[in-house]
């Protein structure tokens, strides 16, 4: 078995890092809780750089560009809490079962992690305890303080996704991603989305909720929960007005649908 490293042993955080989790509006009213599983893309000290050039860590593969500023807008536009992640989803990925490979992973779209070649056990167990388990905890504990105070809940999972991938150019300005379980709101979501003729919404593209997603399916799943996981393309965050401007859409989908539901459920 490998040496665990310093870090595993004395704990991968130190006192100049930030905490891995925020919350947004904590006391909003909303009953949609806004989930940002890869906002941030931080790297705790005592990783140093991964080994990653901050050019190739401010790219798409170290987080999901302009949901911070998405996250935050929208949860003023609805009065809603804003649970988000700080750290780079290179150093442990919080929307990934943290006993995937792919949870730390050592190369992606093509670009080599060095850090994670090679992590022990007690390595990969450091990250998920500073990390990873903290920012699934929050979202668990808020989840139970609404639960008992009777307030319904719709998870609402923001992400966003590079314009071109593997060569190919996305032509979906968002996704709505969506599995069997309990996704009435997520499909009915979709179609009003699908009203804007002037947009091209993808049905669990550019990804699909099959089987990879871990927050979700966590959270909504065994309890029946309402949800839906929204990929918006980045270029269009990065404009000036992006995060403003998608807001403004989401607020109108998000509550247009939700009240569609509650006069006919």
Do not use: K
């Given at each position: ?14 006192p100049?890092d930030p ?32 080994g ?5 860590r ?12 998405l ?45 994670n070649?090679g ?17 699934q ?7 139970a ?7 319904a ?7 966003s ?10 032509p979906w ?22 009203e804007?003729?002037?947009?091209t919404?993808?049905?669990n ?8 997603d ?5 959270h909504?799943?065994?309890?029946g ?9 980045q ?5 000036s007005d ?24």
């Amino acid at each position: 078995m490998a040496e665990s490293s310093v870090e595993a042993r004395a704990g991968l955080l130190g006192p100049n890092d930030p905490p891995p989790t925020r919350i947004y509006n904590a006391d909003g009213a909303s009953p949609f809780l806004l989930l940002g599983d890869h906002a941030g893309n931080r790297v705790p000290n005592a990783l140093g750089d991964l080994g990653v050039s901050d050019a190739e860590r401010a790219r798409h593969i170290g987080w999901d560009i302009g949901i911070q500023a998405l996250g935050e807008a929208l949860a003023d536009r609805l009065d809603a809490a804003f649970i988000s992640q700080t750290y780079s989803r290179l150093v442990i990925d919080c929307n990934r079962d943290p006993n995937r490979a792919d949870a730390c992973p050592e190369v992606s779209d093509g670009t080599p992690i060095p850090a994670n070649v090679g992590l022990s056990a007690a390595d990969r167990q450091a990250r998920v305890a500073a990390i990873h388990a903290p920012y699934q905890t929050a979202i668990t504990e808020v989840l139970a303080t609404r639960d008992m105070a009777g307030r319904a809940t719709v998870l609402v999972s923001l992400h966003s996704f590079t314009p071109r991938m593997n060569e190919f150019d996305r032509p979906w300005q968002a996704g709505v991603l969506h599995d069997g379980s309990n996704d009435a709101f997520a499909r009915l979501l979709l179609e009003v989305m699908q009203e804007d003729r002037a947009l091209t919404i993808g049905d669990n593209e550019p990804y699909a909720m099959n089987g990879t997603d871990h927050t979700v399916p966590r959270h909504a799943f065994e309890d029946g929960r309402p949800y839906v996981e929204l990929e918006i393309r980045q270029d269009l965050l990065a404009a000036s007005d992006g995060p403003e401007a998608w807001s403004a859409r989401l607020d109108q989908w998000l509550t247009g649908t939700l009240n569609v539901l509650s006069r006919h459920p």
